[in-house]
């Protein structure tokens, strides 16, 4: 699936090279069937892995020699521009933020996604890496979602939401109400919208939604339960009668139509976004085609500067944030 989702990807972006660590002899093999890939890729032995039910701290202590620590140690060294994995979620933030560090000006990394809405894309962090959040870290939160918006989206000026349980100012966690607060007073190019309600994701009222990781895991896992739903109601529909089965055809083409809007392969790849340095976590249980979005979406950050306009935006966030607490001492 890597092979040929970075097979894929070289299409895509002929200008592109790789490097992929692993089991030498089994990746030549995969390669060799594929010279315009090959040329194009350096292979790095090691045969040391992080498994699935590895915790965080064994991925970090013991397996230094790993296919993922040795990509991000390339990613650091300067030798890569991103790396992208699909293995263990946990053990990546853990050794992508012990070899990597936080940007300065971070304190907590974030998981963000892109996924569509009735009104075109939208991101939405954290999805899981803090259940807990003060307001600073959902402000951060939203200055790295709105410069991800601009760099992978496409968006000039994306309008920002704090996830809520209503829209009016009252409601809601002392920290996001103080979230709220700094981000009105903001002089980034922030379009801070306020609150916004859980329908209010899909229908595409911003394009940066801004949450603690407990909630935006349970909003994004329950989207994509809601939409499988959906998906066997459809199945169980055309194959109710015989007239459904009849029906079927004059329709598939709006309903492949349907599919292809919501096919989750064409956004694959979470970022973990804070750290110095570009990290793509795609799903392990994706196709070449969503393993070579991905890799797309490392591409697009590197290649419009996703961490120099964060470092811009965040000495400008801490610049704000001395002008109020002198504003307030005074």
């Not at 939604?209 to 407990?214: R, Y």
């Amino acid at each position: 699936m890597i092979v040929g989702g970075a097979e894929l990807a070289r299409e895509r972006y002929p200008e592109i090279s790789f490097l992929m660590v692993g089991d030498k002899a089994q990746l030549e093999d995969l390669l060799a069937g594929i010279p315009a890939l090959r040329d194009v890729t350096e292979v790095r032995h090691t045969t040391q892995v992080v498994r699935d039910e590895d915790k965080p701290s064994t991925a970090i202590r013991q397996a230094k020699e790993s296919s993922m620590r040795r990509a991000i140690d390339a990613v650091a060294d300067g030798e890569a521009d991103c790396v992208v994995s699909a293995g263990n979620t946990g053990a990546l933030m853990a050794v992508a933020k012990f070899v990597l560090k936080m940007h300065p000006g971070i304190a907590r990394p974030a998981i963000t996604t892109f996924f569509p809405t009735l009104k075109g894309e939208s991101c939405m962090l954290d999805l899981g890496a803090n259940l807990q959040c003060d307001a600073n870290n959902l402000v951060e939160f939203a200055v790295m979602g709105e410069v991800f918006a601009r760099t992978v989206l496409g968006i000039e000026q994306p309008t920002i939401g704090l996830l809520n349980i209503g829209v009016e100012e009252l409601k809601g966690h002392e920290e996001i109400r103080e979230a709220a607060a700094i981000l009105r007073e903001t002089t980034l190019p922030i379009e801070f919208k306020g609150f916004v309600e859980g329908d209010d994701i899909a229908g595409g009222a911003v394009d940066v939604v801004v949450t603690d990781g407990f909630t935006g895991n349970i909003a994004l896992k329950t989207a994509e339960g809601v939409a499988n739903l959906y998906t066997g109601f459809l199945k169980q529909a055309f194959r109710s009668s015989l007239f459904a089965r009849l029906s079927y055809p004059m329709i598939r083409r709006a309903l492949s139509k349907v599919r292809t809007r919501t096919d989750p392969r064409r956004y694959n790849g979470a970022m973990l976004l804070g750290l110095n340095g570009i990290v793509i976590k795609s799903h392990g249980g994706t196709d070449e085609l969503g393993f070579a979005n991905a890799i797309g979406v490392g591409v697009d950050m590197t290649r419009h500067g996703f961490i120099s306009k964060i470092k811009d935006d965040f000495e400008r966030l801490k610049a704000d944030q001395q002008s109020l607490q002198k504003a307030a001492v005074s």
